[in-house]
């Protein structure tokens, strides 16, 4: 089962089930827009636009899904809000926008997501300007951390939805060029956390 069909299976109940237990760690973690340089934003995964009533007037924004059942979603939430934003279909591995092209790469429950999470980030920075940020909001397992049931569900779980065992620190690792700004607790006692990278160099 894809990724694909299952979030389009999903599309119909998603806000419902997703949005009581995120939206306030997404407000949270969207008032960092308003910090630093922000004229270009690419949401990844922006899924059906839960992030877009939170999203602060004056960037330029941009979304990316790969699913349209999702986007579908996304494009009539953006219309009810009359909300500027380009929302594109397609793959969080292989982004399809020039190097350097944004200053804030939001990825709120895509990390754990994806069969890849290294990609996805590695792609992020990519798409950065220098000195741009990472939004992060997802559920991580810290190095060392046992988790015996959440490793033991993650395969099949990661079928169907989501994984629940994707170490942070080992994806960051294999990103070059982002270093750590901010890691705080968001949700269930810590294992959903808020994190912001910022992209080096000049």
Do not use: C, N
Request: net charge positive; proline share 8%; hydrophobic share 45%.
């Amino acid at each position: 089962m894809t990724l694909r069909y299952t979030y389009t299976l999903f599309a119909p109940i998603y806000d419902a089930v997703v949005a009581p237990f995120t939206h306030r760690a997404r407000q949270r973690s969207l008032v960092r827009l308003g910090e630093g340089p922000h004229d270009d934003v690419l949401l990844v995964g922006v899924g059906s636009g839960l992030d877009l009533p939170l999203l602060p007037p004056g960037p330029r924004y941009t979304g990316l899904d790969l699913t349209p059942a999702m986007l579908a979603r996304a494009q009539r939430q953006a219309a009810r809000l009359s909300l500027d934003i380009r929302l594109d279909q397609g793959d969080a591995r292989y982004l399809p926008y020039p190097a350097a092209t944004f200053d804030v790469v939001v990825l709120h429950l895509i990390l754990a997501v994806t069969p890849h999470p290294e990609r996805v980030l590695q792609e992020a920075a990519r798409v950065l300007r220098p000195g741009g940020r990472v939004l992060i909001l997802d559920k991580f397992l810290r190095p060392g951390q046992r988790a015996p049931v959440r490793r033991l569900i993650s395969p099949l779980l990661g079928l169907l939805a989501t994984r629940t065992d994707v170490v942070f620190d080992e994806v960051l690792a294999q990103a070059s060029g982002l270093e750590v700004m901010a890691d705080q607790p968001a949700l269930a006692g810590g294992w959903f956390r808020q994190i912001v990278l910022r992209k080096t160099g000049e």
